[in-house]
């Protein structure tokens, strides 16, 4: 008896860890990148506009989003204003950008989707402090990044080291806001049900001139054939 006992509880530890694994696979799983394109597609879901746009899902709609099965160039579209702020010295120091530009490649792997790229903020000011004669180049790169997608989210990584961006700052009366500043860490997106990129005041682990920093914004993406692409979960 003491021997089937033993068993049995072989059996259930082996099937909790199976339970285990199961759970600790689903939850890898990401955000895959698809097109909005006339036919069938992998979602129950059909749409009337060529963008897939929410609001328009009709039982007989001619669109649809389907995930794409090569490494597909892409580009940001519909871009909205970024702001880049943080405390440095006691002071809140803010950089306002009009938009955002970027492009690269990304491909559905294991579950998720994965490419690397770069971004350029444009149209770029100082926001504050006011009237201390700072100022920002007008456009300001990131590094090369990689990319990878949650189960809800986007994040960005630089492709090497830890340096996200340089900002160069001059003319502040406040001179511990000059300089050549790094912004390190990562750019985090939260992806709402086929939408765009949005990045919160929350969502981003960076930091400018080593301190916390946040990263607010959005953007969506378009392929090199005009398409209209994003994450959706698979």
Excluded at 64 to 76: C, E, H, I
Excluded at 154 to 182: D, I, M, R, W
Aim: charged letters at 15%.
């Amino acid at each position: 008896m003491s021997q089937l006992k033993a068993s049995v509880a072989v059996l259930l530890a082996s099937i909790a860890c199976l339970c285990a694994l199961g759970t600790a696979t689903s939850s890898a799983a990401g955000l895959e990148l698809h097109r909005c394109t006339k036919g069938l597609g992998t979602l129950n879901k059909r749409y009337s506009t060529s963008n897939c746009a929410p609001g328009t899902t009709v039982p007989e709609g001619a669109y649809t989003w389907k995930p794409w099965l090569t490494k597909p160039p892409v580009a940001v579209r519909e871009a909205s204003s970024f702001s880049l702020g943080a405390t440095v010295g006691g002071v809140k120091f803010g950089v306002a950008c009009s938009s955002l530009k970027g492009s690269g490649e990304i491909e559905n792997t294991g579950g998720k989707a994965v490419g690397e790229g770069s971004m350029t903020l444009i149209g770029c000011v100082v926001s504050e402090p006011a009237e201390k004669g700072c100022e920002v180049p007008a456009e300001i790169s990131t590094t090369s990044l990689k990319l990878e997608t949650g189960e809800s989210t986007v994040t960005y990584t630089p492709a090497s080291g830890t340096k996200f961006t340089t900002v160069k700052v001059s003319g502040c009366s406040v001179s511990a806001l000059n300089g050549e500043k790094a912004v390190t860490g990562t750019a985090t997106a939260v992806v709402p049900e086929m939408g765009p990129q949005q990045f919160t005041s929350t969502s981003s682990a960076l930091k400018f001139a080593e301190q916390k920093a946040t990263f607010v914004g959005s953007f969506g993406l378009e392929d090199s054939g005009g398409g209209i692409d994003a994450f959706v979960a698979p």
